[in-house]
């Protein structure tokens, strides 16, 4: 018996991938430092019906503190398939939780190759979790 997952993901690319090692760095043990602001947008692909693309941000410390060893900011996107059989609330749905694992994913691999050959070690990025989206007034009327 084999049941496919009903969800192929076609690629994944980062569009932006920006690492600052903070000269001025001085660690500071009883400073906790702030997690990683992500956004995460999911839409369905013009023209191409069943077509997804996730693309999640993920920023960190953009202001320069020098408490913090890095600078961060990346864009990573991916594209998923959603089989036919799949209405278009179950695919969206699929395709969100999916696609947030497969390019965060990819984002604290990339973060923890690239600052682990920078001057002050290895940044292991956090987990991730997807928050729903805040109603405005007029939506909650």
Not at 22 to 39: F, K, Y
Not at 82 to 106: C, F, K, Q, W
Request: glycine residues 8%; charged residues 20%.
């Amino acid at each position: 018996m084999t049941d496919k997952f009903p969800l192929d993901l076609e690629q994944v690319v980062f569009t932006r991938s920006i690492v600052v090692a903070m000269p001025e760095h001085v660690p500071t043990p009883d400073v906790i430092q702030p997690g990683p602001e992500n956004q995460l947008n999911v839409v369905p692909m013009d023209g191409s019906p069943g077509h997804y693309m996730v693309t999640m941000n993920t920023r960190l410390n953009l202001e320069g503190n020098p408490t913090s060893p890095y600078i961060i900011d990346m864009e990573c996107i991916g594209t998923f398939k959603a089989d036919d059989s799949l209405p278009n609330d179950e695919a969206m749905r699929g395709v969100t939780i999916t696609g947030h694992s497969v390019v965060y994913g990819a984002i604290r691999e990339a973060v923890a190759w690239l600052t682990s050959r920078q001057p002050h070690g290895p940044l292991i990025l956090g987990l991730s979790v997807i928050q729903p989206t805040k109603k405005s007034s007029k939506e909650s009327e």
